[in-house]
């Protein structure tokens, strides 16, 4: 599976849209790319994926750029709950598991 | 469905026993998975069943860890003569074929070896 890559941490301010980016420069045409995140002392909770288009659903959305090489998960509105660490996971959407990162520590504050 | 279950959520155990962990995955998801997390970073792969059949083994898996999934439901995994290294969080997930709509995690059971 292709590798990605997360900054380590970033801040948001409640109520502002959370930008979280990711790179993933060598994903070939039949990797989807995963979001999942992970709220402490919990397990890792499934957000979004996409294969080439812009997605949206309940909980955020996945813009995809058209070389596919990198992508960022918007939470519109975050709040204070959506403190969690993220993980941008590139993977075939069936057959081998789904390989972690160290993923991105978001910290919303009031 | 009340999700992935798992079971003991925590376990102490001394060094040199053996301990086993239960997962109980959504009744209507065919795959399940194992992971083990330490602090700070992301979850580890370890093995995974499609239906009664392991599929996969991670270079992670030595040979004291075994994993089973009998009847294709509930799995255990089953560590043996434990060591300090094996203090970790050991997650369960599990997703149907071909939905594409990712895996649903347990909460874990946390393993610390005295």
């Known amino acids: ?110 | 469905d009340t999700g992935v279950s798992q079971d003991p959520r925590h376990k102490i155990t001394k060094r040199g026993q053996n301990v086993t962990f239960r997962c109980d995955p959504i009744s209507e998801h065919n795959r399940l998975y194992w992971y083990r997390q330490t602090l700070g970073q992301g979850p580890e792969f370890l093995t995974y069943f499609q239906n009664e059949a392991q599929l996969e083994k991670s270079r992670l898996l030595s040979d004291r860890f075994s994993a089973e999934r009998p009847k294709g439901s509930f799995s255990t995994l089953e560590i043996q003569r434990t060591e300090q290294g094996d203090s970790a969080m050991y997650l369960c997930a599990s997703s149907f074929t071909g939905t594409g709509s990712g895996y649903t995690f347990g909460s874990g059971t946390r393993l610390t070896i005295v």
Not at chain 1, 9 to 27: F, K, Q, V, W, Y
Not at chain 1, 58 to 74: C, F, G, N, P, V
């Open chain 1, 1 to 110: 599976d292709a590798k990605t890559t997360q900054p380590p941490s970033m801040d948001c301010a409640e109520g502002r849209a959370a930008n979280l980016p990711c790179n993933h420069s060598t994903i070939s045409g039949n990797e989807y790319v995963y979001w999942y995140r992970q709220i402490h002392s919990q397990g890792p909770q499934y957000i979004i994926h996409g294969l080439k288009n812009n997605e949206t659903n309940e909980m955020a959305s996945l813009i995809i750029t058209e070389d596919r090489k990198s992508s960022t998960l918007i939470l519109p509105h975050a709040t204070l709950r959506d403190t969690a660490v993220y993980y941008c996971i590139v993977s075939k959407q069936a057959g081998t598991a789904l390989i972690f990162g160290k993923g991105t520590t978001l910290s919303v504050s009031s």
